[in-house]
């Protein structure tokens, strides 16, 4: 029984992931990363969930989504209502959630046909 989903071509569905990186198009991304469902994937200037500004949100207006699925890294935490700003004033969506369920929550959008883009954050390992 096949139990994958046809990926349409130019969609960036999620292959593979765990707390080192994704595979997205037979390419790992080993930090953090920002998955758009069509288009390049871009890398996201984001060590730790400290870092995190405004701007860093700003960045995914610009690939105007309906939905953005954020991935705190391997806890949940919240972003602060200034850093997603933008997004909400262009009425873009927002979802958070540890960066694995992220990943699976984003591939269900994705086959949905949902313009969604997933911003991840993969803390570097000690």
Same mark, same amino acid.
Request: charged share 25%.
């Given at each position: 029984m096949k139990l994958q989903?046809?990926?349409?071509?130019?969609?960036?569905a999620i292959a593979r992931h765990g707390p080192g990186g994704v595979l997205v198009n037979g390419v %790992?991304?080993?930090?953090?990363?920002?998955?758009?469902?069509?288009?390049p994937v871009l890398p996201w200037p984001v060590a730790n969930y400290v870092d995190l500004t405004p701007s860093h949100f700003e960045t995914l207006v610009a690939l105007a989504p309906e939905l953005v699925v954020f991935g705190s890294g391997t806890r949940i935490r919240f972003?602060?209502?200034l850093w997603i700003r933008a997004?909400? %004033?262009r009425r873009i969506g927002v979802e958070t959630m540890d960066t694995a369920a992220a990943c699976r929550t984003y591939n269900v959008?994705?086959?949905e046909g949902r313009s969604v883009v997933t911003a991840l954050i993969f803390e570097p390992v000690p």
């Open positions: 989903a046809d990926r349409i071509e130019g969609q960036n %790992e991304h080993r930090s953090s990363v920002i998955v758009p469902w069509r288009g972003p602060q209502p997004l909400i %004033e959008l994705l086959a």
